[in-house]
């Protein structure tokens, strides 16, 4: 037997909890923190002193309301705190943690069955439980990868209040006579080591928060250092592009209007289908890096909506009907015109636009071009788009780099008309917004498949 005043000890848990949350409470104000789980440890706690009240005032509740009642608590306090601990470094998921409350609440239904039994089962019963719960998320923090020094010591931590509860389980099933207040060492000395131990768990949470906020600051500025490389050096290559169309359209300008009494008309038509061409091509660039900056800005709005896909594409081929005429190519949309993505129309506008203007580009004289439905997966929600030329293909390394922000693929047309080398990219951009895929598949020589995904419906 320990002298030990058990309600006295319950009572200083509790007032130790109000300090923990004030702790808490003082780092969400410094820091400014807006992370759920800060939220749902400091409820637990909240909790906690309730369980610790409840306890220390056993006596005044009838005692299968009492039993049901505090079981309840502790498991949920006990499940929530150690929720917070393991998956504090993770985005917080609603829906994962709702699932997870099924395990608090098989323990809780299972102990109701204990309500009525003697206290020295019921008192087995609930250290059992909590055990369990904790042994199974040491497993959790020991096991997973990715985990913070300090998780691992929680974890070992974790463990040992494991070991003491299995104890204090153990010393009820030996003592037929136990009470909750009893000062025999079996059950005492596990139930001080327990209350110790979760006074200091919350201030080793605390550390764990400093470390994984140290190391997602660390990794965002990392990746805005990349970012901010491939950025400069993305325009930096673009300002070189721009440069050269705005040269040509300025020579040929001058070479209008210095020599406009000296030009054949034949040359005339030949300058200005050069200035068309460059001018075509500039406005192109310009285009397609305004909406591809804006889209990085954040300054488009994505408005998505059920939409035909076929109209759209009849469309854009409309737009190009000069350009097919011009090179006399076949180009033909192959599908079901009663196709329909969920998605945003203008910017779906935009990716179809740029996939077929790089198919004309790519393709000679007399090619064809196709557009078809390559497959609907009603189980992934998707639909497949190919659009499918014999041009003159990409070689391996270019289909790499296509898609990528730091590498300009500018390769000329098979009438030597300019690319800016921007379009693909932003077609993922866009893409990638509406929930969808972009890949190649070319071989050289022989021709290019372009496929792009959408969602059909909204899920």
């Known amino acids: 037997m320990i002298d030990l005043d058990v309600k006295t000890l319950f009572f200083f848990s509790a007032a130790t909890n109000i300090f923990i949350i004030s702790l808490f409470a003082t780092y969400v104000k410094l820091y400014k923190a807006k992370n759920p789980i800060i939220t749902i440890f400091m409820l637990a706690r ?15 509740v009838p005692k299968p309301l009492g039993f049901i009642v505090n079981t309840t608590i502790i498991l949920f306090v006990v499940f929530y705190e150690m929720y917070c601990i393991s998956f504090i470094e993770r985005k917080f998921d609603s829906k994962h943690f709702i699932r997870f409350l099924l395990i608090p609440l098989f323990f809780s239904i299972f102990l109701s069955f204990f309500s009525a039994a003697s206290a020295s089962n019921r008192i087995a019963a609930v250290s059992l439980s909590v055990a369990i719960i904790h042994a199974f998320i040491s497993h959790t923090l020991l096991t997973d990868k990715g985990k913070t020094k300090i998780q691992y010591i929680t974890g070992y931590l974790l463990a040992l209040i494991s070991l003491a509860l299995l104890i204090r389980s153990f010393g009820a099933f030996l003592d037929v006579d136990a009470e909750v207040t009893s000062t025999k060492y079996l059950l005492v000395i596990p139930l001080v080591f327990f209350l110790i131990l979760n006074f200091i768990i919350p201030l080793l949470l605390l550390f764990i928060l400093k470390e994984v906020d140290n190391k997602i600051i660390e990794n965002d500025n990392l990746k805005l250092s990349e970012l901010n490389k491939s950025k400069d050096k993305f325009f930096s290559i673009i300002a070189h592009d721009l440069r050269g169309p705005f040269g040509g359209l300025q020579q040929i300008g ?12 034949e040359k005339r038509e030949k300058l200005t289908k050069v200035l068309y061409q460059n001018s075509k091509n500039t406005f192109n660039l310009l285009d397609n890096l305004l909406k591809w900056a804006s889209a990085n800005a ?10 035909n896909l076929h109209k759209i594409v009849l469309n854009n081929l409309r737009l190009f009907n000069s350009q097919v ?22 910017m ?10 790089n198919a004309i580009k790519f393709t000679p004289n007399g090619g064809k071009i196709e557009i078809i439905l390559d497959k609907v997966d009603k189980i992934k929600n998707t639909c497949t788009i190919a659009i499918v030329d014999n041009g003159i293909g990409i070689n391996k390394d270019s289909q790499l780099k296509v898609f990528e922000i730091d590498a300009i693929v500018s390769t000329l047309g098979t009438n030597e008309e300019k690319g ?33 995904s959408l969602p059909i419906e909204n899920k």
């Open 420 to 452: 800016t080398g921007l379009g693909l990219k932003l077609c993922k951009e866009f893409l990638s917004i509406n929930k969808g895929t972009i890949w190649i598949e070319s071989n050289e020589n022989k021709g290019t498949s372009v496929f792009f």
């Open 348 to 357: 779906i506008d935009t990716v179809i636009r740029n996939i077929i203007s």
């Open 46 to 60: 909240v909790l906690v002193i309730i369980f610790l009240i409840f306890l220390s005032l056993r006596n005044g």
């Open 325 to 346: 005429k011009l090179k006399n190519l076949t180009l033909n949309c192959n599908f079901d015109s009663e196709l329909f993505v969920y998605a945003d129309p203008d």
């Open 254 to 265: 001058e070479l209008l209007w210095l020599n406009k009494n000296k030009i054949s008309e």
């Open 298 to 307: 954040g300054l488009i709005s994505y408005e998505p909506s059920k939409l």
